[in-house]
C-alpha cells in the first residue's frame, strides 16, 4: 500500500488467488475497506497480467545484455581484451549481487529497479576503467616493477577518488531511501547495494581476474627492434 496523488487516495496492490477475477478482488477489497470507513470507495482497478510481466523480464533482460555487449565494444577498443573481459564480469558480478538480494528477500522488481541496476553497471564500469587506465599508465612508469606491484599502485593511487566519488553517490541514494518514499525505495535500495559492491568488484574482482589472465606490460609496450650490426637491417 502507497498514498497516491494525495493522504486521502491509496494504491493497493494485491496478487490474484487461482481461480480468482479482478472484479471479485476488488470487491472484497471494497467490502473490507467500507467496514473500516463507510465512505471510502474504490475508482479504479487495473490489471497486470503475466503478458506484462513476460515482457518486462525480456526486455529488462536484452536491455542488460545490450549493454554489456556495449561496454565490452568500448573496454576493447580503449584498452585490450584481457581488460575489456575482465570489466564485464566485474560489472555482472555487481547485477548477479543485486538480483540475488531481490530475489532472496523477495523484494519487488519493477521497472525503477531495472533502471537502478542499468544505471549500476555504467557506474562500475567507469570506476573500473579509471583503476585499468592508472594500470596502463604504470605499467609504462614502473618499468621494472612486476604486475602485482602495478595493479596494486594503481589501486592504491584510486583509492581516495573511489572513496569520495562513491560516498558522495551513497549519501544521495541514503537520501532517497529514507525520504523518498515507497516509490523510490527498492529504486535507492538496489542503488545502495550496488554501489557497495560496486567499490568491492572494482578492487578486488577486476584486478584479480588480470592478474589471473597474466596481463604484462607487452601487452602495452612493445620491445624495441633489434638490428643487425653487419647488414643494418631491421630484425
Known amino acids: 500500500m502507497q498514498n497516491f496523488g494525495s493522504s486521502r487516495d491509496v ?3 494485491m496478487h490474484l488467488e487461482k481461480n480468482q477475477s479482478s472484479a471479485d478482488l476488488s470487491q472484497k477489497v471494497g467490502e473490507v475497506l467500507k467496514k473500516q470507513d463507510p465512505g471510502a470507495e474504490i475508482r479504479r ?3 497486470v497480467g503475466p503478458q506484462v510481466g513476460r515482457e518486462l523480464a525480456e526486455n529488462g533482460a536484452l536491455a542488460l545484455l545490450v549493454t554489456a555487449a556495449g561496454i565490452v565494444l568500448y573496454l576493447w577498443l580503449r584498452f585490450e581484451w584481457r581488460f575489456g573481459l575482465s570489466a564485464i564480469v566485474a560489472n555482472l558480478h555487481d547485477v548477479v549481487i543485486i538480483l540475488g538480494f531481490f530475489a532472496f528477500f523477495q523484494w519487488e522488481f519493477s521497472l525503477p529497479v531495472l533502471a537502478a541496476v542499468l544505471a549500476v553497471l555504467g557506474y562500475s564500469v567507469n570506476e573500473s576503467v579509471i583503476v585499468f587506465d592508472r594500470v596502463r599508465e604504470y605499467f609504462r612508469k614502473m618499468r621494472k616493477a612486476s604486475t602485482a606491484e602495478v595493479i596494486d599502485a594503481a589501486i592504491t593511487s584510486t583509492i581516495s577518488r573511489t572513496i569520495i566519488t562513491h560516498g558522495s553517490t551513497q549519501v544521495m541514494a541514503t537520501t532517497m531511501l529514507l525520504f523518498g518514499g515507497p516509490a ?3 529504486f535507492a535500495l538496489a542503488l545502495t547495494i550496488g554501489i557497495l559492491f560496486g567499490i568491492y568488484s572494482s578492487v578486488f574482482v577486476a584486478a584479480a581476474l588480470l592478474m589471473w589472465m ?3 606490460r607487452s601487452h602495452f ?4 627492434k633489434k638490428r643487425d650490426e653487419h647488414e643494418g637491417a631491421v630484425v
Open 221 to 224: 609496450i612493445k620491445p624495441p
Open 11 to 13: 494504491l493497493i496492490r
Open 184 to 186: 523510490l525505495h527498492y
Open 45 to 47: 482497478v487495473e490489471f
Open 214 to 216: 597474466k596481463v604484462t
